[in-house]
């Protein structure tokens, strides 16, 4: 195959647009200063006429149920759909610091166990420190027997060392650390994420074994091409967690293997993460006493639900305008609460800041809070407690009234399993709730 004559261009390291000239500033994305030299590879010209493809008929495949390898961690069994499909490529993204390394470990701790080699290839962190993390999370001897380190940062090398090893599991800390040949860009920018990932993704397919890629996410997204390797892998999976709680969220983003429904509640501990099985436990504040301000709700997470404790704060405005805060619930929806309580209830809410916490560090985005946060700012506005056996759900529209939500059976029956005795919900058809329910249509028939 003879190729044209490399010529000279510029390329951007974050977006990775081409120019032949230079200029201080990307003209696709705006960066400064992230243009540098580049030899373009030169377009093959004369290639050799290209055999067909073979077409099968579907009579003649044969569907199979998707073989899985378990990882023995639950909550990420769950959250794969039944656990690792042999040959695919999985993602794990989060922020620095949130745990995705530790995960990777405890991933690799748990296959070695079962007897399973595992490969694992770091460019971020030496053998030596790995191998503290090891000992920690790990007692058993035979464990670190088990699992083979890499320390490179070529994708190639990583890739050939994959197909020599033949492991039941590779991973590979971090696609932004990674550099394959095919590409001149530095790591972690968008050419080389990309062409190191579909490396990584022939050595999966082609070798039927399972690569899982950790992958740094900032505040503003992905370092390099977010959307573009979300596509080209299988499935992916977040990390996510509030860096002043313990708790982590395991989301599935895409799966093509499984639903994306899934999610898997661990705790970060000194043992390493640690599976949460009953996630209520977590959020709800470990006060029982009933308290003016404070309203248990259910939350759905997927196809989880979970209480979750909202607590109100009022108090007098002294100085300029009212304020209005919220911490894990959006601020412009409270604003819209605040006014439908005033306008519909008529309270008088003009004068008061209003603080709202959800216990916890969870960040809620659902509209089924709504009837428990209008709850709690009643509850303590008028210093009254409601029942501390009590949950309340339900979506609250601009005229006061309050709406269906989904899943109502489910939440019911996780309020149940924790030991509430009765719920404010909206008028809906229950089928056998566990507890005694109160439906209500109107705000204005929720009494304090
Ligand atoms: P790490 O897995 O290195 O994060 P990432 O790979 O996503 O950047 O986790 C880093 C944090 O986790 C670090 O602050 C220490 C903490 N940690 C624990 O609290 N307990 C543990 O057992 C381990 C291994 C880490
Ligand atoms: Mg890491």
């Known amino acids: 195959m003879s190729m044209s004559k490399p010529t000279l261009l510029f390329e951007c390291s974050t977006c ?16 400064w200063g992230t243009l ?21 008929p579907f009579s003649e495949i044969e569907s199979s149920d998707i073989p899985r390898i378990p990882t023995h961690i639950s909550e990420l069994d769950q959250v794969l759909g039944g656990g690792i499909v042999p040959g695919s490529l999985i993602l794990i993204g ?33 053998g030596q420190q790995i191998k503290m993390r090891l000992d920690r999370l790990s007692t058993e001897p035979n464990v670190s027997k088990k699992i083979l380190y890499i320390g490179e940062t070529n994708t190639e090398k990583i890739c050939a060392s994959i197909v020599e090893q033949k492991p039941r599991l590779a991973i590979v800390d971090s696609i932004q650390t990674i550099r394959s040949n095919d590409v001149q860009s530095e790591a972690g920018s968008i050419n080389q994420v990309r062409a190191s990932t579909m490396k990584l993704l022939e050595t999966a397919k082609q070798h039927h074994i399972p690569i899982i890629i950790a992958g740094h996410v900032t505040k503003e997204g992905m370092v390099a091409g977010p959307k573009m390797l979300e596509h080209m892998v299988d499935t992916v999976l977040y990390l996510e967690g509030d860096n002043q709680y313990h708790f982590r969220l395991l989301k599935t983003v895409k799966n ?17 993460l640690r599976e949460v099985s009953n996630p209520s436990d977590i959020f709800l504040s470990s006060n029982k006493e009933p308290m003016p301000g404070s309203v248990t709700s259910v939350i759905m997470e997927g196809s989880r639900a ?14 300029g305008y009212p304020q209005r805060r919220a911490v894990g619930f959006d601020t412009n929806r409270l604003q819209l609460l605040i006014a439908v309580l005033s306008k519909r209830l008529g309270l008088n809410l003009g004068d008061q800041d209003i603080h709202l916490n959800i216990v916890g560090g969870f960040k809620i985005n659902e509209p089924a809070v709504d009837l428990a946060v209008c709850a709690a700012i009643m509850s303590g506005y008028k210093n009254v407690a409601l029942p501390a056996d009590q949950v309340i759900f339900g979506e609250v529209g601009l005229n006061g009234e309050v709406r269906p939500i989904s899943h109502a059976d489910r939440r019911l029956k996780e309020a149940s399993k924790l030991g509430f005795q009765t719920a404010v919900c909206p ?22």
């Open 256 to 272: 093509r293997f499984g639903s994306t429904n899934e999610l898997g509640v661990f705790e970060m501990t000194e043992e390493g």
């Open 94 to 126: 989060g922020e620095p610091g949130i745990g995705k390394s530790t995960l990777l470990l405890q991933i690799a701790i748990r296959l070695a166990e079962k007897q399973n080699q595992i490969l694992y290839a770091s460019g971020e962190e030496s």
């Open 306 to 319: 979970f209480l979750v404790q909202v607590q109100a704060l009022t108090s007098k405005t002294y100085f």
């Open 427 to 448: 008028k809906a058809s229950y089928a056998n709730p566990p507890i005694t329910v109160q439906q209500i249509q109107s705000l204005k028939e929720f009494e304090i």
């Open 16 to 31: 990775g647009a081409q120019t032949p000239k230079w200029a201080g500033r990307c003209f696709e994305c705006g960066g």
């Open 36 to 56: 540098g030299q580049t030899v373009s590879d030169g377009t093959p010209a004369n290639l050799p006429p290209v055999p067909s493809a073979n077409a099968v």
